[in-house]
């Protein structure tokens, strides 16, 4: 069932929940999910801004020999702003939780923050994106990472539309905690596309 509640000021509220199960007479096959979302979205009109919060919580119950309970939650707030003509500004946090209960109990937690503006030029038929994410991660069974990612993308197109040039550049860095040198790499891409239409 998906329930969509309007509010004012072109507001909403989503419930959505979702139920699996499958087994069979055997025995071979016995699990169930379930899954609930609820995402709210408000919109502030004079700054011309849209906040979207969200939280998702999802179980896995695997009931055969070696029995299994993973569990999930997931918090995002996200930030649309379109106050300024052709910019745009996304900011989205992320938090999942995992656990999983078998013949030894393990356990996962996952951050991720991540912020990303693009701007479009006109007439220019130019726009430039910038991406900055950050994701952090902590199982109980191996080492910690953190994940450091810079995204620079541009796209030109002539007003003629027979030219078009693409630049993308990413720089990542993956870092293990404890500090291990044979294990954290450092990653550099520079892609550039030039295409001419005759």
Known sequence: P?????LPHNSKFIFDSKYY?????????N??????????????????????????????????????????????????????????IDYSFERERKKFNGATTKS????????ETKYTFIPSRLDAKI????DYKN????????????????NYTSKSGDDKFTLKFERKN????PHSDSSAYHQKYLSLKYTRKF
């Open 21 to 29: 199960r499958e087994f069979d007479k055997c025995g071979c096959t």
């Open 174 to 177: 993956n870092k293990y905690l």
């Open 108 to 115: 996962y937690i996952q951050y991720i923050n991540s912020v």
């Open 139 to 154: 199982p109980s069974d191996t080492n910690k990472t953190i994940i450091t990612a810079l995204t620079l993308e541009s």
């Open 31 to 88: 699990y169930k999910t379930l899954t609930f979302k609820n995402g709210f979205e408000y919109n502030l009109d004079p700054i011309q801004t849209v906040l979207k919060p969200s939280y998702t919580f999802e179980r896995k119950d695997d009931m055969i020999a070696s029995p299994t309970d993973e569990k999930k939650k997931e918090y995002v707030f996200n930030i649309e702003n379109k106050s300024i003509k052709n910019l745009d």
């Open 2 to 6: 998906i329930l969509d509640i309007k």
């Open 131 to 134: 991406k900055v994410s950050k």
